[in-house]
């Protein structure tokens, strides 16, 4: 069972929105920080946005304005509001986190580049032009 879920992926037209959400199975398990990145087919990894525990939120420039990440039930949901969704935001969306056994455990910083140590199995976001 995967530490962490992620599902609200569909195909949309451009100018449509998308909500993802994420589970953090937490069974024990705390974190930091959690984000979200996301990767096209022939193209790197790139970081979408994240949130930490002290509601500290970092974009990409590529979604300022147009995403919005939240968190809920201490650091157990995560989710990405998309909107004015173009093709170029098309890709595999993945959730990650930096879980710990317990909070003084923690790295009190989100990972750069979206670098987290555990992520889902992604879903897929596709939108139209």
């Known amino acids: 069972q995967s530490l962490l879920l992620e599902s609200g992926g569909g195909s949309v037209q451009a100018g449509g929105s998308l909500r993802l959400s994420c589970v953090l199975n937490s069974d024990g398990y705390t974190t930091w920080c959690m984000g979200w990145f996301r990767q096209a087919p022939g193209k790197e990894r790139e970081a979408v946005a994240s949130i930490d525990r002290t509601g500290k939120v970092t974009y990409a420039e590529s979604v300022k304005g147009r995403f919005i990440i939240s968190e809920e039930n201490d650091m157990n949901a995560l989710y990405l509001e998309m909107n004015n969704l173009q093709p170029e935001d098309s890709a595999t969306y993945y959730c990650?986190?930096?879980?710990?056994?317990?909070?003084?455990?923690?790295?009190?910083?989100?990972?750069?580049?979206?670098?987290?140590?555990?992520w889902g199995k992604g879903t897929r976001v596709a939108v139209s032009s």
């Open positions: 990650g986190a930096d879980p710990v056994n317990m909070p003084e455990a923690w790295v009190r910083r989100c990972p750069a580049n979206g670098r987290f140590n555990a």
